[in-house]
């Protein structure tokens, strides 16, 4: 197995080398312009989606730039501003601890005070 996550609900996933296809992924940031060296937030929660982002980004030579869900949009605009983020890649939301966690908000709000 190559990624085996626990998901909120205590299932679990697993995907081989084969079912993850890191290379075969890459061209799909070609939407949002991303190339090597360019510096993209990562605001998602863990688990497969996350660890796959994270896995096509440095493919495609991307540097990535963790970011807690727990975090506020200051600091949000904190890193953004401080390591020239290209792009932030995060779901509309998820949950944690059963509770939903709003990213969309917490980025348009960031990005309006940038």
């Not at 075969?24 to 998602?44: E, H, K, Y």
């Not at 932030?88 to 944690?96: E, L, M």
């Given at each position: 197995m190559a990624v085996v996550a626990e998901i909120e609900d205590g299932s679990v996933v697993c995907l081989t080398y084969v079912e993850l296809?890191?290379?075969g992924l890459g061209p799909d940031f070609a939407i949002l312009a991303l190339c090597a060296?360019?510096?993209v937030g990562l605001l998602m929660e863990n688990g497969v989606e996350?660890?796959?982002t994270l896995f096509r980004l440095t493919?495609?030579?991307a540097i990535v730039v963790p970011m807690f869900s727990g975090f506020g949009s200051d600091a949000i605009v904190s890193r953004v501003s401080s390591c020239g983020t290209h792009a932030i890649i995060a779901p509309h939301g998820?949950?944690?601890r059963g509770r939903l966690?709003?990213?969309?908000?917490v980025i348009h709000e960031a990005r309006a005070a940038r």
């Amino acid at each position: 197995m190559a990624v085996v996550a626990e998901i909120e609900d205590g299932s679990v996933v697993c995907l081989t080398y084969v079912e993850l296809k890191v290379g075969g992924l890459g061209p799909d940031f070609a939407i949002l312009a991303l190339c090597a060296a360019d510096r993209v937030g990562l605001l998602m929660e863990n688990g497969v989606e996350a660890t796959t982002t994270l896995f096509r980004l440095t493919y495609i030579g991307a540097i990535v730039v963790p970011m807690f869900s727990g975090f506020g949009s200051d600091a949000i605009v904190s890193r953004v501003s401080s390591c020239g983020t290209h792009a932030i890649i995060a779901p509309h939301g998820f949950h944690r601890r059963g509770r939903l966690i709003e990213t969309a908000a917490v980025i348009h709000e960031a990005r309006a005070a940038r």
